[in-house]
């Protein structure tokens, strides 16, 4: 007889200037729930848009940042956000970005975590926060419930902002290595998948079909071109404001300036030899050898 698996607890709740981890204590889970996790700028969107398409057989024009909610995002207010997720009928697939010692965890919903270097992490991060509007900061820093300091425009160029997130563990949003340090720790659970971004970029059609095998989801081959042209970057970049919250209200730009570049290594020309020794040595230390690998790199 096979084991019960240890599921994951609940230990502690987390309010910052963009969380409140409660509301997840009162989702009604479904037994056909998906869980998208990751840490910010991982590819959160394409994930999203990709599950949609699976769920909608290729659909165009699903307004997928409304579909699929940041539930521990600490606006609009709980009472709101947890209406509109149960008056939702289609398979639901909610979006997170807690630890997962941080997160209600059902053994009956699918969970996908989808990682990426943290170089290519700050790299997004600085385009996302540099290029936030006075509505993104009215938004994180003047609505009720806000816990800890304002969040603050970026100052310095990339390379500089990227040093601060490295050097204080996240800052000025949150810890990049508990994050991916909680849900590699809970990889072998059989209601989570590990994706990473680059092995999006490198096969997204053979990705795909793991995603859809791994949430039991059946791809009609009439469909498939059509799921995987709609999954596309340029695709999305094309149709951002349907993708990204709020149609890119929240950003100078639009929609377009959210879906950035969607690349990997423009850290690579700017950061020193010491830069990158010091972060490959800090991935080490705190993910372990085999963990940092995968963050790095993904499965390839």
Same mark, same amino acid.
């Given at each position: ?100 010692? *941080? +997160? ?10 989808? #990682?990426?270097? /943290? &170089? ?128 890119? *209200? +929240? ?10 570049? #969607?690349?990997? /290594? &423009? ?34």
């Amino acid at each position: 007889m096979a084991e019960t698996p240890d599921w994951p607890q609940k230990t502690r709740e987390i309010h910052t200037n963009h969380f409140d981890s409660t509301v997840w204590n009162d989702v009604a889970f479904r037994d056909d729930d998906i869980i998208i996790a990751t840490y910010a700028k991982s590819g959160t969107t394409w994930l999203q848009q990709i599950i949609s398409q699976l769920i909608f057989d290729g659909q165009e024009g699903l307004p997928v940042a409304d579909m699929s909610p940041w539930v521990d995002l600490r606006v609009p207010p709980k009472e709101i956000k947890f209406a509109a997720i149960e008056q939702q009928t289609h398979r639901r697939f909610l979006k997170t970005h807690l630890p997962v010692d *941080a +997160l209600v965890f059902s053994p009956a919903a699918k969970y996908i975590y989808i #990682g990426r270097d /943290g &170089r290519d992490v700050a790299w997004s991060l600085f385009n996302h926060h540099s290029n936030a509007n006075d509505l993104w900061y009215e938004v994180i820093n003047d609505t009720p419930g806000r816990v800890g300091p304002a969040m603050e425009q970026p100052a310095g160029p990339v390379e500089e902002y990227y040093r601060n997130w490295l050097e204080n563990d996240g800052h000025p949003f949150w810890s990049f290595w508990e994050n991916a340090r909680s849900w590699w720790n809970i990889r072998d659970l059989p209601n989570v998948m590990m994706l990473h971004f680059s092995d999006l970029k490198a096969d997204m059609p053979g990705e795909i079909e793991r995603i859809a095998a791994f949430l039991e989801i059946p791809i009609d081959p009439a469909n498939r071109d059509a799921i995987i042209e709609h999954c596309s970057f340029d695709y999305m970049k094309a149709n951002a404001a349907t993708c990204v919250p709020m149609g890119g *209200a +929240l950003w100078d730009g639009g929609p377009e300036t959210f879906m950035h570049k #969607g690349t990997n /290594g &423009r850290w690579s020309d700017i950061l020193s030899a010491e830069d990158i020794a010091a972060y490959e040595a800090k991935a080490i230390a705190e993910l372990g050898p085999e963990c940092a690998k995968w963050v790095a790199s993904g499965r390839r």
